[in-house]
């Protein structure tokens, strides 16, 4: 049973478009990590959200998490071929050193 | 120059070949990890080791093998393979074990071809 389940699994957009990707549980986490992974490269942290119902900003990049703590989203405003990646949500569960990743959703962005 | 650094990038190997991953962390961490990235997967936790010790096992066949000599090494050690070991293996590093409230920090990978 897949505990993060991340849609879409694949997005292709054009340049200057707009998108939300959603990251959904069943289970509640105490805390939320959205990571961007690029072709040939190991993941990087974007963010963190700990609070229910947090919104957190950085730049062009909106992060949200459910104000119940099993769900998150990621939205882009005015998409660029940077933005391009698979972005990982992983959610970390009290008392466990364990972070549960989803699969992912890749995003292109065609110039 | 990133701050975890694996080695090699790249492997090959038959089914009955022996070799060894490596990871090197420049950041002072304490924790490393080991993580298994296949297509159509989540990432899979494999080892943690924290202050050199082992503290999670998550249940890796015995022909993977870890070893951390200290808290900047750690190393994989491959034995016997089979081809759906064929993956991109993730190492990552944190300040401390506790994954959930802080941040990983990942090697780029080395994609591993078992023939």
């Known amino acids: 049973t897949q505990l993060l389940e991340q849609s879409p699994q694949f997005l292709s957009i054009q340049e200057g478009e707009n998108l939300t990707v959603y990251c959904n549980s069943s289970?509640?986490?105490?805390?939320l990590q959205w990571y961007r992974q690029e072709p040939g490269e190991g993941p990087v942290l974007l963010v963190t959200?700990?609070?229910?119902?947090e919104v957190k900003k950085l730049k062009r990049l909106t992060f949200q998490f459910g104000d119940a703590r099993k769900d998150s989203s990621l939205h882009i405003t005015a998409a660029q071929p940077g933005d391009t990646g698979l972005y990982l949500c992983?959610?970390?569960?009290?008392?466990?050193?364990?972070?549960?990743f989803g699969k992912g959703t890749k995003l292109t962005v065609n110039p | 120059e990133t701050g975890v650094t694996q080695t090699p990038r790249h492997l090959v190997m038959g089914m009955t070949n022996k070799k060894s991953l490596k990871c090197e962390q420049h950041l002072g961490h304490n924790a490393m990890y080991w993580y298994k990235q296949s297509a159509k997967k989540p990432l899979e936790l494999m080892f943690v080791?924290?202050?050199?010790?082992?503290?999670e096992n998550n249940s890796v066949p015995s022909r993977f093998s870890p070893e951390c000599p200290n808290s900047s090494h750690l190393f994989l050690h491959l034995h016997t393979l089979q081809p759906e070991d064929s993956a991109l293996y993730l190492c990552?590093?944190?300040?401390?074990?506790?994954?959930?409230?802080?941040?990983?920090?990942f090697g780029e990978g080395s994609r591993l071809t078992v023939l």
């Open positions: 289970s509640v986490f105490s805390s």
């Open positions: 990552a590093s944190s300040k401390s074990g506790l994954a959930g409230t802080g941040e990983l920090f």
């Open positions: 992983a959610g970390a569960q009290g008392g466990s050193e364990k972070l549960v």
């Open positions: 959200v700990v609070t229910g119902g």
């Open positions: 080791y924290n202050f050199k010790e082992q503290t």
